[in-house]
C-alpha cells in the first residue's frame, strides 16, 4: 500500500492539496478534501498519529472544566466551545460506533453545598448537548455511589452526580481516518518527511521537498494549497515557509498511567472534580485495564516524551486519595505523555491565549496553518480549514460532506458481530477485533480461516491476524507502527509488547521479504520506543 503513495507522490503530477501531519487533525483534512473531490496527497514524517493524537485520554467530550469556566467567568468563546464540541462528540459516536462507546461518568460530591452547583453544571452540559445527548445526568446517593465503585474512600462522600461523555481507541480512529481518506482518493503516506518549502517566482507556495525516512529517497510534490496540521511542530513548518514568522504555539505535557487494578466498573468512569492545582483527573475503564490521566506541566517540544516520575507519582496519589485500594509504582503497566499544543491568536497578542481553540492562519505566501483543538472536534476543524484552503487557493469544491459520512468499520457495524468470528477465536479476542475493525472484520477473517488465530501474548486478546491485516490494509511498515499504533498493546501492557516483539517482527518480516539485518533494526526501534517513550 505505502509504495502505491510513493509511486503516486514520485509521478510529477501536481495535487490540489498537501497536507503535512497525519495526525487527527491532518487525517481529517484529507478525508475531508478528499471527499469534495479534491485531489489531496498527506504525508507524515512518523506514522499516523506517532505525536499526540494518540498519547490522549481517550475521550470524546464537551469539557466539563470549560463549562465551569464559561460560567465563573461568563466567557462566551469557553460556552461556544463546549456547545460545538458536544455536537461534534455526537458525530463521531454515529461516524465511527466500532472505535467509540458512551461512557457514563461518576463525580463524588464531598459537601454539600457542592451539590446543586455540580448538579445544575452537568445539567446544563446536557443541555447544550441538544439532540446530540447521549442520556441525562442525575444525583446518585451515597449508597448507590459505594456499590457501584467499591473501593471509593466512603469518609467525605455525600453523594455523587452521574453524566455522560464518550470514550474512544485513538490510534485505531487516526489509521482509520487515513484509511477512509484513502478509499476517498487521497494519496496518504507515513515516514515521509518535509525537507523544505518551495516557492514559485512570485513567492506563493507551490508544494515541498520530500525525503522517505526509510529509503532515503527525495523527490518534489507540487500543490496548489499546503496546510500545515502538525500539531507541536506548526511553528516549525510555518519558519520553513517564512524565517520571520512569529510563534503560534506554546506546548504542555499530559501524562497517563495503565493500571493492572480494576478501580472502576468495565463501563463506567470516574471524575476527580478538582485537583489541588485546578485540575480534573479522569480514573476510567480502558482496554481492559484502568487509565488515569492527566497532568499538564510546560514541556519543550519532543518526539517521544516520556512520563516523568513525578508526574507518575502525582496521578497515584490521587488514586489513593480517592480509592482505598493499595495502588503502588508496581501496578502501573504503561505510561505515556502527550505534548499539547496551546495555541493563541498571534493578531490578538499572547494575553488571548485560548488552551483548547484551534487557530488558523494563512501566512503570506499563502501557507494555511491549523493549530491547537482536541480529538473531539477534529471534524470541525478539517472542515474549516479546508474551506479556508479553498479561498486561498481559489479551488472549486462542494459542501462538506463528513458530518454524517461513516467512517471504515462503521458503515455496517453490528455489535453483535463479534459472535461470527467466534469458531475461530474465543469471546474476548472476537470481541477485540470487532470493537477495532467493525465490520473490516471481513478481512480479517480469510486470515483467520488461514489460521492467523494465535495470541501475541497470552494475557491479552490480540492476534497474530491483525499484524498481517496492519500491513497489507493500514499502511504498517515497522514494528512500532504496529504494537504502539495499529494495535493498543504497547498502551495496555508495555511488558506484554516487549514480549510480542520478536513475533511481531517476524509476521512482518515474513509478510515484507525483509532481509534478517532489517528485521533486527525494525526490532530494536521498537524495544527502544518502548523503553525510551512511547
Known amino acids: 500500500m505505502r509504495q502505491d503513495s510513493l509511486t503516486r507522490l514520485q ?11 497525519g495526525g487527527a487533525t491532518g487525517c481529517g483534512i484529507a478525508l475531508d478534501a478528499a471527499s469534495r473531490g479534491l485531489s489531496v496527497a498527506l504525508v507524515e514524517r512518523g506514522d499516523f498519529a506517532e505525536g499526540t ?12 472544566r470549560y463549562l465551569e469556566a464559561a460560567v465563573r467567568r461568563l466567557d462566551r468563546a469557553q460556552y461556544k466551545l463546549v456547545r460545538e464540541a458536544l455536537h461534534e462528540r455526537g458525530a463521531l459516536l454515529k461516524n465511527a460506533p466500532h472505535l467509540t462507546r458512551r461512557l457514563p461518568l461518576v463525580t463524588p460530591v464531598r459537601s454539600w453545598w457542592q451539590l446543586p452547583y455540580i448538579a445544575f453544571g452537568l445539567k446544563l452540559y446536557d443541555w447544550l448537548s441538544g439532540r446530540m445527548s447521549l442520556g441525562p445526568s442525575r444525583i446518585m446517593g451515597r449508597a448507590e455511589a459505594l456499590r457501584l465503585f467499591p473501593h471509593l474512600r ?5 453523594a455523587a452526580v452521574l453524566y455522560y461523555d464518550g470514550q474512544f481507541i485513538d490510534s485505531r480512529l487516526a489509521a482509520t481516518l487515513a484509511m477512509t481518506a484513502r478509499r476517498a482518493g487521497a494519496v496518504l503516506a507515513n515516514h515521509v518527511e518535509v525537507l523544505a518549502l518551495r516557492h514559485d517566482a512570485q513567492g506563493r507556495l507551490a508544494g515541498a521537498e520530500l525525503g522517505d525516512t526509510l529509503s532515503g529517497a527525495r523527490f518534489t510534490v507540487t500543490a496548489r494549497v499546503v496546510i500545515n496540521a502538525t500539531g507541536p511542530y506548526a511553528d516549525a513548518i510555518r519558519r520553513m515557509d517564512d524565517a520571520t514568522a512569529p510563534p503560534l504555539l506554546k506546548v504542555s505535557s499530559g501524562s497517563h498511567l495503565m493500571l493492572n487494578v480494576p478501580l ?3 463501563a463506567t468512569g470516574f471524575l476527580v472534580p478538582r485537583t489541588d492545582d485546578g485540575r480534573v483527573l479522569f480514573v476510567l475503564p480502558w482496554q481492559g485495564g484502568t487509565l488515569v490521566g492527566t497532568t499538564d506541566t510546560p514541556a519543550q517540544v ?3 516524551p516520556a512520563p516523568s516520575e513525578q508526574d507518575i507519582a502525582y496521578l497515584l496519589s490521587y488514586v489513593r486519595r480517592y480509592f482505598d485500594m493499595p495502588v503502588s509504582r508496581d501496578n502501573v503497566t504503561a505510561a505515556w505523555c502527550g505534548i499539547r499544543p496551546l495555541v493563541f491568536d498571534p493578531k490578538a497578542g499572547t494575553t488571548a491565549q485560548l488552551a483548547r481553540d484551534h487557530v488558523i492562519q494563512v501566512s503570506a505566501s499563502g501557507l494555511v496553518s491549523i493549530s491547537g483543538g482536541k480529538w473531539t472536534t477534529y471534524r470541525r476543524m478539517s472542515e474549516e480549514a479546508v474551506d479556508r484552503a479553498l479561498a486561498v487557493g481559489g479551488l472549486g469544491a462542494g459542501p462538506c460532506r463528513t458530518h454524517a459520512l461513516r467512517l471504515l468499520g462503521g458503515e455496517s457495524f453490528d455489535p453483535e458481530g463479534h459472535r461470527a468470528l467466534m469458531p475461530a477465536l474465543p469471546e474476548d479476542a472476537a470481541r477485540h477485533l470487532n470493537e477495532s475493525y467493525g465490520d473490516q472484520c471481513a478481512l480479517l477473517a480469510p486470515l483467520l480461516r488461514q489460521g492467523a488465530t494465535a495470541r501475541l501474548h497470552p494475557d491479552h486478546p490480540y492476534v497474530e491476524a491483525e499484524v498481517l491485516h496492519a500491513v497489507r490494509h493500514e499502511m504498517a511498515v515497522t514494528v512500532a507502527d504496529v504494537l504502539l499504533r495499529r494495535l493498543t498493546l504497547a498502551l495496555v501492557d508495555r511488558a506484554a509488547a516487549r514480549a510480542a516483539a520478536p513475533r511481531v517482527a517476524a509476521l512482518m518480516a515474513a509478510e515484507l521479504g525483509w532481509a534478517d539485518a532489517t528485521r533486527a533494526i525494525r526490532l530494536e526501534e521498537a524495544l527502544e520506543r518502548l523503553d525510551r517513550g512511547i
Open 53 to 64: 493524537s494518540s498519547r490522549s485520554t481517550k475521550l470524546v467530550h464537551g469539557g466539563v
Open 154 to 158: 466512603g469518609e467525605a462522600l455525600k
Open 11 to 21: 509521478s510529477g503530477d501536481g495535487f490540489d492539496l498537501l497536507v503535512i501531519g
Open 302 to 304: 519532543e518526539a517521544h
Open 264 to 266: 472502576t466498573p468495565p
